[in-house]
């Protein structure tokens, strides 16, 4: 096998194997990809690659100006890689085992205040220029936020998965895991609205010869669904009118806020871990440093002696 069939090769066994979920194999590819690139500029590839070469090809990425979470993914994809090749007799080395990474920056993430979501939810029912998309952003955030959804697991629901005012809905999430997630009052009340609207223009669409969507988020793109990218735009716009700084509201950080809300009024940190899908709790323990953050916020705040 020819070292530039290694990467496809590679994709396609963690992919059987793993049940590897397609944004993981896209970046995959794209760090990969970009090592392969940076060899052949210096006249190698990965069959003869040597530890000098990785090394140098990661002061490389520092001198670019790439963070440590970055330099960190692409030694991680590196490892992965030739682990791969040398369990399958395509190397008799393993020239990255013994290579230490950057590691990754420490930074807890962001998170919204109960106040700051209340007014990202009231937005987002305002937002729109119809009626239907009005009550489809009211779901869309009613149910992320009631669920601590990841933004693809969102927008790519199937709609049988809404059939019959649910209490819960089955999401399936990375590497194919499924799980399920329950709904609060608001998230299910907003749910019916827009399944009914949803249900009527799909309707009106078949009577014109069109086929019926499967998904509860419908669009005309090729992936038949809301993309990631349109609502990462949409989430921006409903802070904008909510007095919200933009740059703290992304859909992953109501992924945040849901996690650290129900550990604040004393959620278990292992149905926090299943409500969110982490395979290691240690994930999730992260949200007790954000809790602990915020606690020290509130001291320096609002202690009388605290200026003292």
Partial sequence: MTPNRWISVFLEAIAAERGAASNTLVAYERDLD???VWLGDQGSDFLVATRTDIEAYLVHCDILGLSRATRARRLSSIKQLYRFAFEEGLRTDNPAVQITGPGRDKRLPKTLSTDEVDRLLIAASAHGRTQHDRLRNTCLMQVLYATGMRVTELVSLPVSAARGDPRMLLVRGKGDKERMVPLSPPARKALAVWLAARDAQDALAQEKGKAAS???FPSRGKSGYLTRHAFYLLIKEFAVEAGVSPDKVTPHTLRHAFATHLLANGA?????QTLLGHADV???EIYTHVLEERLKELVLEHHPLADD
């Fill in 34 to 36: 970009h090592v392969s």
């Fill in 214 to 216: 499967s998904y509860l």
């Fill in 268 to 272: 278990d940190l292992r149905a926090i």
């Fill in 282 to 284: 240690a994930t999730t």
